[in-house]
């Protein structure tokens, strides 16, 4: 059983469409993190959401946190093709467990 | 310096052979962890280290045998392995932010690991 699901699994769109990811749990965390990875290279991390509502923004990508602290999305503004790749969701469960969600693989067609 | 060094970064070798995947981070980080990952597939948890302490093992066949020599070296020794474990082995480190103990982790390259 995955803690955190994510939605879509497989996503292909048109460059400068707009998108959505949604990272799921009935579960609580401290904090939730979403990495990007590319095929063959290590996950890097995008950003952390530490506060229930919160709302960060990096460049045309918008991150929230859940008031209840159990859900998070990824909304991404006019994709690019570099914006491809696996889009994972992560988070801390108590003894330093570290998991990621299911994941979303994105690919951005010129 | 948010570097997490994995070596080699590609490794071929026989179900008989034995041979160790390396881990490296020098940024103070006490806790040391080591995923498999399959194609397409998010990240699977195998062993936590905490403060040079296995803390958490997922079940893990014992052909893997991890090992933490010191707070920034980590060890993955691979043992009679078979092609089905066969995937990218992924290193991360993960640095604890503020008392609510918040963490981000920082991954290596990965070693892309090929059993024949």
């Known amino acids: 059983t995955q803690l955190l699901e994510q939605s879509p699994q497989f996503l292909s769109i048109q460059e400068g469409e707009n998108l959505t990811v949604y990272c799921n749990s009935s579960?609580?965390?401290?904090?939730l993190q979403w990495y990007r990875q590319e095929p063959g290279e290590g996950p890097v991390l995008l950003v952390t959401?530490?506060?229930?509502?919160e709302v960060k923004k990096l460049k045309r990508l918008t991150f929230q946190f859940g008031d209840a602290r159990k859900d998070s999305s990824l909304h991404i503004t006019a994709a690019q093709p570099g914006d491809t790749g696996l889009y994972l969701c992560?988070?801390?469960?108590?003894?330093?467990?570290?998991?990621f969600g299911t994941g979303t693989s994105l690919t951005v067609i010129p | 310096d948010t570097e997490v060094t994995q070596t080699p970064k590609h490794l071929v070798m026989g179900m008989t052979n034995k041979k160790s995947l390396k881990c490296e981070q020098h940024?103070?980080?006490?806790?040391m962890y080591w995923y498999k990952q399959k194609a397409k597939k998010p990240p699977e948890l195998m062993f936590v280290?905490?403060?040079?302490?296995?803390?958490i093992n997922e079940s893990v066949p014992s052909r893997f045998s991890p090992e933490c020599p010191n707070s920034s070296l980590l060890n993955l020794h691979l043992h009679a392995l078979q092609p089905e474990d066969s995937a990218l082995y992924l290193c991360?480190?993960?640095?604890?932010?503020?008392?609510?103990?918040?963490?981000?982790?920082?991954f290596g390259q990965g070693t892309r690991l090929t059993v024949v």
């Open positions: 991360a480190s993960r640095r604890v932010l503020g008392r609510l103990g918040n963490t981000e982790a920082f």
């Open positions: 992560a988070g801390v469960r108590p003894g330093n467990q570290f998991y």
């Open positions: 579960s609580v965390f401290s904090s």
């Open positions: 959401v530490v506060t229930g509502g």
């Open positions: 280290y905490s403060y040079e302490k296995l803390s």
């Open positions: 940024m103070g980080h006490r806790a």
